[in-house]
T-cell receptor
């Protein structure tokens, strides 16, 4: 499978715990994006990387959230001290810099904070 | 005013009918436009890009009206498999996908 891969697919955690999600983009894609989607809403942009550089962070990304892409390949999104409001689907997408704006999404990680 | 607005529906449409929905965007500097499709509990997938002159892909036709800042999607001869949420997506920067802003989606249900 050469698409965008996300792990885990589902995560249930207790409030206050830290969680980390992983995204493996399409191998030749140098841009990687994180989005969050809640029920009945469209995906909301969180942050993106071009290679290993994190170029933009949304206001939605509080200081409890951190994302890395250390070698310009896979990325991790960590949420510290999770809150119930963090419950959502976390989507990763990747694209090329050139060739249009088509972003390919992974299947997402569904986070439930109890 | 929200950046990208769509009627959430649901639109209940009999199989074989034609259905159309619109999307409005607030940023007049937006440069590129797309329709994505999202099935229940699945990831969004690109359905089609929307070009200034309008474009067609099989049963799907997309149009852009820059003056009124809306885009539309028309589905002809609808199939049961067209049931999904259709996300209007606007790129405010052009080039890469970093400027993508999604609408909340329009829920379409095709009934047999």
């Amino acid at each position: 499978d050469t698409g965008v891969s996300q792990n885990p697919r589902h995560k249930i955690t207790k409030r206050g715990q830290n969680v980390t999600f992983r995204c493996d983009p399409i191998s030749e894609h140098n841009r990687l994006y994180w989005y969050r989607q809640t029920l009945g809403q469209g995906p909301e942009f969180l942050t993106y990387f071009q290679n290993e550089a994190q170029l933009e962070k949304s206001r939605l990304l509080s200081d409890r959230f951190s994302a890395e892409r250390p070698k310009g390949s896979f990325s991790t999104l960590e949420i510290q001290r999770t809150e119930q409001g963090d419950s959502a689907m976390y989507l990763c997408a990747s694209s090329l810099v050139t060739g249009g704006s088509e972003a390919f999404f992974g299947q997402g990680t569904r986070l439930t904070v109890v | 005013r929200k950046e990208v607005e769509q009627d959430p529906g649901p639109f209940n449409v009999p199989e074989g009918a034609t259905v159309a929905f619109n999307c409005t965007y607030s940023n007049s500097a937006s440069q590129s436009f797309f329709w994505y499709r999202q099935d229940c509990r699945k990831e969004p997938k690109l359905l089609m890009s929307v070009y200034s002159s309008g474009n067609e892909d099989g049963r799907f036709t997309a149009q852009l009206n820059r003056a009124s800042q809306y885009i539309s999607l028309l589905i002809r001869d609808s199939k049961l498999s067209d049931s999904a949420t259709y996300l209007c997506v606007v790129n405010q920067r052009g080039g890469g996908a970093d400027g993508l802003t999604f609408g909340k989606g329009t829920h379409l249900i095709i009934q047999p």
